[in-house]
């Protein structure tokens, strides 16, 4: 059984930058390949980063170049780093762990707009 926490989501202008943390815990976190999804108002769900147990790391074309997902094993932490932000990123973002079983967290909403 894994908790997934999500925060840092929030209010920013176009070309701005935030970043999401997602704090884990309740089992051996290095283990588990780690995601970061959006779902915007009528629209499905999707993935827009992954990082794996070993360390490698894929993104949604949409986001490449712009954001950046990386892990903290000692903190149990999941971080998305996303800059130069656009209003089509507005969504709400959530955190993904999954080993042999899928875990989500509560989500954490992002707007960007002038």
């Known amino acids: 059984q894994v908790q997934l926490v999500e925060s840092g989501g929030g209010l920013v202008q176009p070309g701005g930058s935030l970043r999401l943390s997602c704090a884990a815990s309740?089992?051996?976190?290095?283990?588990?390949?780690m995601g970061w999804y959006r779902q915007a108002p009528g629209k499905q769900r999707e993935l827009v980063a992954r990082?794996?147990?070993?360390?490698?790391?894929n993104y949604a074309d949409s986001v490449k170049g712009r954001f950046t997902i990386s892990r903290d094993n000692a903190k149990n932490t999941v971080y998305l780093q996303m800059n130069s932000l656009k209003p089509e990123d507005t969504a709400v973002y959530y955190c993904?762990?999954?080993?042999?079983?899928?875990?989500w967290g509560q989500g954490t909403q992002v707007t960007v707009s002038s």
């Open positions: 993904n762990a999954y080993w042999r079983f899928e875990y």
């Open positions: 309740g089992s051996i976190f290095s283990i588990y390949d």
């Open positions: 990082i794996f147990s070993s360390g490698i790391s």
